[in-house]
């Protein structure tokens, strides 16, 4: 809905943008290392990332997309720096604002029309995060560049969910999460995915079907 | 007098025991730790301190607790510097003598967690 044309592009910057959102912060506490996956039937994405410092970390991430008429594939390795920029801690809530960026090699194909064309470019990402959270409530809102001459796949996404109920620290708590995204052409669509996540000091996972009735699991480690 | 000797000698031996054994628990009252994924740096760094015996985390009533081992000791800065290291900020901090243990009893009592 929000982007139409970039098939291509925009799924691998999506896939590596859902991944860094699944919770409050795309990163771990300092010298923490974040492991992430992203994994449905048009992409594949693993991430993992070390945080230099309270607000800043480093990391890389690999993605597979295809559009969602199989006429694009696309594979994005990346070097991605994230910084926190702005951080709310309230008495029962956290808000954040992040700086996501990258640079990598973007490499594809598009078959359309009888015609095969390689896609072989240089990829930048800056992108912003807003998020909101407390015990039971939850938002993110997102929006990302992708760009490379002559592509664009900018990706926006928005998150918001509740848990069903409050938890002690160290057991398990699950929430309804749904999100709404869109990769500028690479789908014409929005995929809208309602997830079960499950949330402990531990792990985090989420699994869910989205509105093309396709599965979805994401997952993020701290160590 | 013999006997009343002897109880004040293992008496005076006993409680000095018991004082050097006495629990120093950090209690801190934390800032936007809302999520246990995100706020398990917070225990990750305090377990990492030589001097720490048990943590306690509370995302409700806000509280991180740290008990240190017997004859140890750590400043306050330190806990709130690893706490904002963490990402969040500290509002207040106390030293009780009540172990970790008590304190989740009688918070969780407070909450009605079974």
């Given at each position: 809905m929000f982007f139409e044309v970039l098939t291509r592009l925009w799924l691998t910057a999506a896939a590596l943008m859902t991944s860094q959102y699944v919770i409050a912060g795309p990163m771990g506490f300092n010298d923490s290392y974040m492991a992430m996956g992203d994994f449905n039937n048009h992409w594949r994405e693993s991430f993992i990332n070390y945080a230099i410092t309270p607000r800043d970390a480093l990391g890389v991430g690999a993605t597979y997309m295809r559009a969602d008429d199989k006429t694009k594939t696309r594979t994005l390795e990346e070097v991605i720096y994230t910084r926190l920029l702005q951080r709310w801690n309230l008495p029962h809530a956290q808000a954040n604002v992040w700086f996501i960026g990258g640079v990598g090699a973007l490499q594809g194909e598009d078959k359309q029309e009888g015609v095969h064309h390689d896609v072989s470019k240089v990829m930048i990402?800056?992108?912003?995060?807003?998020?909101?959270?407390?015990?039971?409530?939850?938002?993110?809102?997102?929006?990302?560049?992708?760009?490379?001459?002559?592509?664009?796949?900018?990706?926006?996404?928005?998150?918001?969910?509740?848990?069903?109920?409050?938890?002690?620290?160290?057991?398990?708590?699950?929430?309804?999460?749904?999100?709404?995204?869109?990769?500028?052409?690479?789908?014409?669509?929005?995929?809208v995915t309602p997830m079960l996540r499950l949330i402990n000091k531990n792990f985090f996972v989420e699994a869910g079907v989205n509105n093309a009735r396709e599965p979805r699991f994401?997952?993020?480690?701290?160590f | 007098?013999?006997?009343?000797?002897?109880?004040?000698?293992?008496?005076?031996?006993?409680?000095?025991?018991?004082?050097?054994?006495?629990?120093?628990?950090?209690?801190?009252?934390?800032?936007?730790?809302?999520?246990?994924?995100?706020?398990?740096?917070?225990?990750?760094?305090?377990?990492?301190?030589?001097?720490?015996?048990?943590?306690?985390?509370?995302?409700?009533?806000?509280?991180?607790?740290?008990?240190?081992?017997?004859?140890?000791?750590?400043?306050?800065?330190?806990?709130?510097?690893?706490?904002?290291?963490?990402?969040?900020?500290?509002?207040?901090?106390?030293?009780?003598?009540?172990?970790?243990?008590?304190?989740?009893?009688?918070?969780?009592?407070?909450q009605g967690v079974k």
């Open positions: 990402t800056p992108g912003i995060q807003f998020d909101y959270e407390t015990t039971r409530v939850y938002f993110a809102a997102t929006h990302r560049f992708y760009r490379a001459s002559d592509i664009n796949h900018d990706f926006t996404s928005a998150r918001a969910g509740f848990s069903f109920y409050e938890t002690d620290y160290d057991k398990t708590q699950p929430w309804l999460i749904v999100e709404a995204r869109n990769m500028n052409g690479l789908s014409d669509k929005v995929e994401n997952f993020m480690y701290i | 007098m013999k006997k009343l000797s002897i109880v004040l000698l293992v008496s005076t031996v006993l409680f000095s025991q018991w004082a050097m054994a006495a629990t120093q628990t950090i209690q801190a009252k934390v800032n936007g730790m809302v999520c246990a994924f995100c706020a398990q740096g917070i225990e990750k760094k305090m377990r990492g301190l030589s001097q720490t015996k048990d943590v306690y985390v509370n995302l409700k009533q806000r509280i991180v607790a740290v008990e240190l081992k017997e004859g140890q000791t750590l400043p306050e800065s330190t806990v709130k510097d690893l706490i904002k290291d963490a990402g969040y900020d500290v509002t207040a901090i106390e030293i009780t003598d009540h172990p970790v243990a008590h304190i989740k009893a009688e918070i969780e009592s407070k």
